[in-house]
């Protein structure tokens, strides 16, 4: 039996990675495919977790599009495939490398694993591309792996055969408690200055396409308010390298006291700073489900979730971009310890470190 592994962006890789390094301690017959639909955060990923694949299509371009990345993958994968005829293909998420290469594998009738397989927001442009590409990937999947009770109920009212379903956790727990490191020093040494203790650090992220322009700017605005109106608070700020968020962000936050713009972090140190941060303001997917381990409460900026679990738990509330709202939001965390409290200790719905373990216990039992 082969198992063939497939990612090509950041995240994709961290949550993939748990899946490389189980096959490695079971010595399973594998195989990773890149396509390095993202090179220079793909690379930092594979670093971190000491992964080399086995084949990299290494098709980034500058400005690349959704149909060049789509027909790429789809060119560059098919004589692998028909090569190391692998007996599954496992992809993850929502990307255009998880969406090319599960049809793909369609092509070649060889049965797709869906890792993080259910969720949805059931709007096909939000967000987008990634909604539609998590919907036909589903239609192409044998073994939906889902991370949640809630993901599975969300393929059964699609009419998924629920025997296909598997609730396993989401890897990207497996990910996070492989890197956090109470000790970490980080390599930059202003990171190490800051006053995690007695300064209350607000980590912002914020790139999603759909916010970009007026959005971003409500988000920007509100956080420059939040810092100005509370001297006991800082914001840390890794800027995403696409020209949209930089030059918006830069126009607003850049010389405001107590907010830090920062280059992008590699993910380890990432992890840690998420580990000694007050709070968190996002619109990342996989920071709503990694915060909850680390007890750190979650604003969301963003106007829908496919993963509402974390809103329903408690972990994380959903602000959108409006920024009053935020700034409303922001205001009780950082004033009412017993609404911080109350968010931040309350157990993660994601999973508990041991998604990995079990895609590949099921893989094997039926297929091996």
Request: glycine share 4%.
């Amino acid at each position: 039996m082969k198992i063939a592994i497939v990612f090509g962006t950041r995240p994709e890789a961290i949550k993939m990675a748990p899946l490389v390094k189980e096959c490695e301690k079971r010595n399973l017959d594998f195989i990773t495919i890149v396509t390095a639909q993202h090179r220079e955060m793909l690379d930092q990923k594979l670093e971190v977790f000491n992964i080399k694949p086995h084949y990299d299509l290494d098709i980034m371009q500058a400005n690349q599009d959704l149909f060049y990345v789509t027909s790429s993958v789809i060119n560059e994968i098919k004589p692998i495939l028909l090569k190391e005829k692998p007996n599954i293909l496992l992809v993850q998420g929502d990307t255009t490398t998880t969406f090319a290469a599960s049809l793909s594998a369609f092509y070649l009738k060889i049965p797709v694993g869906h890792v993080e397989a259910g969720l949805r927001t059931w709007n096909k442009y939000n967000p987008f591309p990634e909604e539609i590409n998590r919907q036909l990937t589903t239609r192409l999947t044998e073994f939906h792996f889902a991370p949640t009770e809630w993901a599975k109920n969300n393929l059964i009212q699609e009419g998924i055969n629920p025997l296909s379903i598997y609730v396993t956790g989401n890897t990207v727990i497996d990910a996070l408690l492989m890197i956090v490191d109470q000790n970490y020093i980080f390599e930059d040494g202003f990171l190490n200055k800051i006053d995690y203790k007695n300064k209350k650090v607000i980590l912002l992220t914020s790139h999603r396409r759909e916010n970009f322009g007026e959005p971003m700017r409500e988000v920007f605005l509100a956080c420059k308010q939040i810092i100005e109106s509370h001297p006991d608070v800082e914001l840390i700020y890794p800027v995403h390298p696409n020209p949209n968020v930089q030059k918006t962000a830069y126009e607003i936050l850049n010389g405001v006291e107590r907010v830090h713009l920062i280059e992008p972090l590699d993910y380890r140190p990432f992890v840690q700073l998420m580990n000694k941060c007050y709070m968190i303001m996002t619109d990342s997917g996989g920071i709503q489900e990694e915060a909850p381990s680390l007890g750190k409460p979650v604003l969301v900026l963003r106007k829908t979730t496919e993963r509402p679990e974390a809103i329903e738990a408690g972990t994380a509330k959903l602000v959108g971009t409006d920024k009053n709202k935020i700034i409303q939001n922001a205001e009780l965390l950082l004033t009412d310890k017993n609404e911080y409290k109350k968010m931040s200790s309350i157990a993660n719905p994601y999973g508990d470190g041991k998604a990995a373990s079990r895609i590949l216990d099921i893989v094997l039992e039926k297929l091996g």
